[in-house]
């Protein structure tokens, strides 16, 4: 883990943050350019959106990919996210070509980057991102245990 890993994730909280708005949970996602450029960012949007696949990461890889320059190959560039990505959204920055991964939080019950599954790294695929997971571990989790507190106060 870098100090660059942690300016990423950083970047991601705070995207994290704007979901609060909608009612989705605070999860941020950023894609970051070969050259460290912010490509794109999103945060989960699937109460604002009504769509299951609003994921804060999804959402990041498609404005990426329509940025980058490269069609739908991310090749070179870095997701940074607030927690372990899900089985789709691990499945989908593989089939991206997304090089790494950087997430904060671990995900024990749906992650799929090395606690319940281990999808980016499994080696049947042809791309294998870089794993770089715990950055900024502790903001992260509070952040959504802060949510899923006043979430069920109410």
Do not use: Q, Y
Not at 33 to 50: H, K, M, Q, V
Request: hydrophobic fraction near 50%; charged fraction near 25%.
């Amino acid at each position: 883990m870098t100090a660059d890993h942690e300016d990423m994730v950083r970047a991601a909280l705070a995207v994290a943050r704007r979901a609060s708005a909608t009612g989705d949970i605070p999860v941020g996602a950023v894609v970051f350019g070969p050259d460290g450029t912010e490509l794109a960012a999103a945060c989960n949007a699937r109460e604002a959106t009504g769509d299951p696949t609003a994921h804060a990461e999804v959402l990041a890889l498609r404005a990426a990919a329509a940025a980058h320059g490269d069609g739908w190959r991310l090749s070179g560039c870095t997701l940074a996210v607030t927690v372990e990505p899900c089985t789709m959204c691990a499945g989908a920055l593989v089939l991206a070509r997304v090089d790494k991964v950087v997430f904060g939080a671990w995900e024990p019950r749906t992650g799929a980057v090395g606690s319940l599954w281990d999808v980016v790294r499994d080696r049947r695929l042809n791309h294998r991102p870089e794993v770089v997971g715990g950055v900024l571990e502790d903001d992260c989790a509070s952040l959504l245990a802060d949510f899923f507190a006043d979430h069920r106060a109410v």
